[in-house]
Antibody, heavy 123, light 107 residues
């Protein structure tokens, strides 16, 4: 059974840092692209970042570029999101997800999702 | 960025009723469209990928269609467990973008 378990969320002051982790099990982690998707309270879904299966490439939304860093440790089957210079607008539940490339549509979907980690940025 | 416009924002349906949710992309996304269901307090679940392919384990009353910029999700016979919020998502170009969601309730 595929499992993704996020950790590391919490309350943090604006301008400070936080690092999320996502422990994967039940599949060959090193074969999968991975993503972080966030959801502000009572709001919709927002893609944050994607990392290719071998860590060779990363992609970010503009609002987090230069502040967030997605990384992975394939030996530990763990995905990370280092969040620096946090802002109030980063307050959200952060989900890690597999980012599967669908060949027939040449596009990515988020197949398996974790339960989410809550991040609150407030003084 | 590709904008995804979803409609309606909310709807209520009776048991057994057919429900249709629309999603429009701001440019051609060549069927690179997925649908997700999210229940309260839970993480999203993938329903449809490639605009019309049913994810394993998803009931056959769910179906997707469309091409170009116009897509739709249909639930052929509404069940109580179908209550939740539905999101469309384009995965063709970065940044991947989601629709604003459709809240579906039982009437």
């Amino acid at each position: 059974e595929v499992q993704l378990v996020e950790s590391g969320g919490g309350l943090v002051q604006p301008g400070r840092s936080l690092k999320l982790s996502c422990a994967a099990s039940g599949f060959t982690f090193s074969d999968y692209n991975m993503a972080w998707v966030r959801q502000a309270p009572k709001k919709g879904l927002e893609w944050v970042a994607t990392i290719i299966y071998d860590g060779s490439r990363t992609y970010y939304r503009d609002s987090v570029k230069g502040r967030f860093t997605i990384s992975r440790d394939n030996a530990k089957s763990t995905l990370y999101l280092q969040m620096d210079s946090l802002r109030s607008e980063d307050t959200a539940t952060y989900y890690c997800a597999t980012a599967d490339f669908i060949t027939i549509a040449a596009s990515y979907v988020m197949d398996a999702w974790g339960q989410g980690a809550s991040v609150t940025v407030s003084s | 960025d590709i904008q995804m416009t979803q409609s309606p924002a909310s709807l209520s349906a009776s048991l057994g009723e057919t429900v249709t949710i629309q999603c429009r992309a701001s440019e051609d996304i060549y069927s690179g469209l997925a649908w997700y269901q999210q229940k309260p307090g839970k993480s999203p679940q993938l329903l449809i990928y490639g605009a019309s392919s049913l994810q394993d384990g998803v009931p056959s009353r769910f179906s997707g269609s469309g091409s170009g910029t116009q897509y739709s999700l249909k639930i052929s016979s509404m069940q109580t467990e179908d209550e939740g919020v539905y999101f469309c998502q384009q995965g063709l170009k970065y940044p991947f973008t989601f629709g604003s969601g459709t809240k579906l309730e039982i009437k």
